[in-house]
């Protein structure tokens, strides 16, 4: 008995020997750490949420499959408090403290042009996973250098939807957009959009990160007898602007820009009969996987979205996180090691399709995604048009 006892022992550890061996690399190796900054206190806490829980899911999904270069991905995550000062110093702690040889982030315009000169004074290269602002992949601003963007600039979505324009009827426009370099940025894109498309704009209101109450802007649109309404802000604030509109009796056809409010997201937090009929500039849609650069992909992060139990108002806002992450693990397995002069090396040549649609990079770190106008109707998520980013880069080979 003690024989075989022993030669049962020893058939075991040497299978556990195998199995150690066998198993993937990722989970013995130490960790790749990739740095992320979003807004996860103060107004817009929750779009940061929404995106590190994508970006959760997929280094998970990374790390499943052996992670990157036999190891796997660590999320180093700080809060910027949705401010502009906060995200330099946690830029800054990733850096120094932590080390990282990249940082996605940083949700807003004004947040993410605040780290790029450090991170360049430094050699870290940034992938910007929802700023729209023009500035920021302009090389005349500093840090623009270390810049990778997945998201579109405020002038694409607007190219991408301007010639929806005449067909929708809208040609006088009140404009409200938050008063950040994201809101700005934008009343100008779209200003030139319109223009060429035979609208104006009839008057500009500006409002303020954490402002509820818009009935004075209203009664300003009201009184210059506008059509339309184009808004440039967050979902919250969005589903307030379309219930005090209906409060307001202000019937008029409605854009939000940005990609952050969808046709789901307004129909919970405004109500079905204050969203009715309004229109949304959307990236990614979560109904028709086939729609996204990478099926499959779009598959598993829905999958694993409704499996985590996360808010389905969410899921548009967090694909950015989940896009950033799949984009800086393909570069850092491109680069073959992980330093930040590598990874900024690779990414200047990365071709790969994800949720946004072809992620690549033109010369100023600029890549063109999915442009999808949404709409409610009867109170259901509804397609008007895409353009595809294919065509949007087609397009912009042929300036």
Wanted: aromatic share 6%; hydrophobic share 45%.
């Amino acid at each position: 008995m003690k024989i075989a006892k022993l030669i049962t022992l020893a058939v075991l550890a040497t299978f556990a020997g195998v199995f150690a061996a066998g198993a993937p690399q990722a989970q013995t190796k130490d960790p790749i750490k990739v740095g992320l900054i979003q807004p996860l206190s103060g107004p817009i806490a929750a779009a940061g949420s929404y995106i590190t829980n994508a970006a959760k899911i997929a280094a998970d999904r990374i790390n499943a499959k052996g992670g990157v270069l036999g190891r796997p991905l660590e999320l180093v995550i700080e809060d910027n408090k949705s401010d502009p000062a906060e995200t330099r110093n946690a830029a800054e702690k990733l850096i120094v403290r932590d080390k990282v040889p990249v940082i996605i982030g940083a949700w807003g315009s004004s947040m993410t042009l605040a780290m790029m000169p450090l991170a360049a004074q430094h050699g870290v290269p940034i992938v910007v996973e929802t700023s729209s602002s023009g500035k920021i992949t302009d090389p005349k601003t500093p840090g623009q250098k270390v810049v990778s963007r997945i998201s579109p600039t405020s002038e694409l979505e607007a190219v991408g939807a301007g010639a929806l324009i005449p067909k929708l009827g809208m040609k006088k426009i009140g404009y409200m957009a938050v008063n950040t370099d994201w809101g700005r940025g934008a009343v100008v894109a779209f200003g030139e959009a319109f223009k060429k498309n035979g609208a104006t704009i009839e008057a500009v209101e500006y409002v303020g990160q954490a402002d509820t109450d818009f009935y004075a802007q209203l009664t300003k649109f009201k009184a210059a007898g506008v059509d339309s309404i184009v808004i440039t802000d967050d979902a919250p604030k969005t589903a307030k602007m379309l219930q005090q509109m209906k409060e307001h009796g202000l019937n008029v056809k409605v854009l939000v820009t940005g990609g952050s409010a969808w046709p789901d997201s307004i129909v919970q937090l405004a109500g079905a009969k204050a969203a009715e009929g309004a229109m949304f500039i959307n990236f990614y849609n979560p109904y028709d996987y086939a729609m996204a650069g990478d099926p499959d992909a779009s598959r598993a992060y829905v999958e694993e979205w409704k499996k985590r139990n996360l808010p389905w108002i969410g899921i548009v806002e967090g694909m950015r996180g989940f896009d950033a992450v799949n984009v800086v693990a393909k570069a850092i397995e491109a680069a073959k090691e992980p330093t930040a002069p590598k990874i900024m090396a690779a990414l200047k040549t990365l071709e790969m399709r994800g949720l946004y649609g072809l992620n690549k990079f033109d010369q100023n770190g600029q890549s063109y995604c999915n442009i999808i106008v949404t709409q409610v109707k009867d109170g259901k998520y509804s397609v008007v048009a895409m353009t595809p980013s294919s065509k949007l880069w087609e397009m912009s080979a042929a300036k």
